[in-house]
């Protein structure tokens, strides 16, 4: 008998699970897409595959992810073309795709200029700016590795970047890991009038020199994300914990999880996640098609709404769709 190869349709379709609360209002407020032909490519049919699987997802917001730049102009506005790129996408999804976060070097001069074009490319779906703070050194062997500047979270100018999204109403979305935490929390103490957007809950590494420590490296991510929640401009998407980097291993596996076998190893942090910043500040996400190395979306929203069982109905709705709705200003 021949095995799926992992990371293929058919080898996601071994899990496949009757959708949990159909009607649950949903957001998914991170996903990305990559043309045919890339590394990890997820197009718009992928995608729309993919949020009429059986669950109410209503929206979506793309995040940056360093595609369909522009080939020629000033080098600054090169980013602009993903926006470009995705606008045309969402008016070819029917209303799917309600909002774009773009990138940007925060730390430019000529910041607003990128800024402008950015909201005029986005034909009036772009929300704010991803220039994310993750850094790894080549040894961690890292599958997906940042290569942020170091010290980008106190350099001046990027503060005041981050500062000046807050002035023009945008958000600052982030992605960092775990031994990062110091950084994202001396920046929000530094922007408090910007809504930060932690991705990832921060992204606890499970792989080299990480690997045999998810006990330890748990209980200190505890700690940092009590701290983090004390600042009142951070809000935190819950998601994207299922990436190779994450050490879970499922991407390697004969078969993906079960969202029953999902809940049993991540709930923990997506519990602390609720506790520590409220419903009201928390969003789930997908994170795919990076997540979708790893399962299903069927799947994986199905252990979402496991995960928020135990919450009220408005809690849920917060967590699925309300909170992701008022920071992107969708409604």
Request: proline content about 3%; some cysteine.
């Given at each position: 008998m021949s095995i799926a190869a992992p990371g293929t349709e058919a080898w996601r379709a071994q899990v496949a699970e009757p959708v949990i609360d159909p009607d649950q209002r949903i957001i998914d407020p991170h996903h990305h897409l990559w043309p045919t032909g890339g590394v990890l490519p997820y197009t718009l049919d992928d995608l729309l595959a993919d949020v009429r699987c059986g669950h109410r997802v209503e929206h979506t917001v793309f995040m940056e992810c360093r595609t369909m730049y522009r080939a020629d102009g000033p080098a600054h506005l090169a980013p602009v073309g993903e926006t470009e790129f995705v606008a045309a996408a969402a008016e070819q999804s029917g209303g799917v795709i309600a909002g774009i976060v773009g990138h940007a070097d925060l730390r430019l001069a000529e910041l607003d200029e990128v800024l402008d074009a950015h909201v005029e490319a986005g034909r009036g779906l772009f929300r704010g700016i991803r220039d994310a703070l993750c850094r790894a050194d080549p040894s961690e062997g890292l599958m997906i590795r940042g290569g942020a500047p170091a010290g980008l979270f106190e350099d001046p100018a990027f503060r005041a970047g981050v500062k000046r999204l807050g002035d023009r109403g945008f958000t600052y979305d982030t992605w960092q890991y775990h031994f990062q935490a110091h950084e994202l929390l001396a920046l929000a103490r530094a922007v408090p009038d910007t809504v930060i957007v932690l991705d990832h809950l921060c992204t606890p590494i499970g792989i080299g020199r990480f690997a045999d420590q998810r006990d330890a490296i748990f209980e200190q991510w505890k700690l940092d994300m009590v701290e983090v929640a004390r600042c009142e401009n951070v809000v935190a998407k819950l998601g994207g914990m299922a990436m190779p980097d994450n050490g879970f291993g499922w991407h390697t596996a004969e078969r993906p999880p079960t969202s029953d076998e999902f809940v049993a190893v991540q709930g923990r942090y997506y519990a602390?996640?609720?506790?520590?910043?409220?419903?009201?500040?928390?969003?789930?996400?997908?994170?795919?098609?990076?997540?979708?190395?790893?399962?299903?979306?069927?799947?994986?929203?199905?252990?979402?709404?496991?995960?928020a069982k135990p919450c009220s109905p408005d809690e849920r709705a917060a967590l699925f769709a309300g909170t992701a709705s008022r920071v992107y200003k969708l409604a």
């Open positions: 602390h996640m609720i506790e520590c910043f409220g419903a009201d500040r928390c969003m789930f996400e997908s994170n795919f098609p990076v997540d979708r190395m790893s399962l299903s979306y069927g799947v994986l929203w199905n252990a979402l709404k496991k995960i």
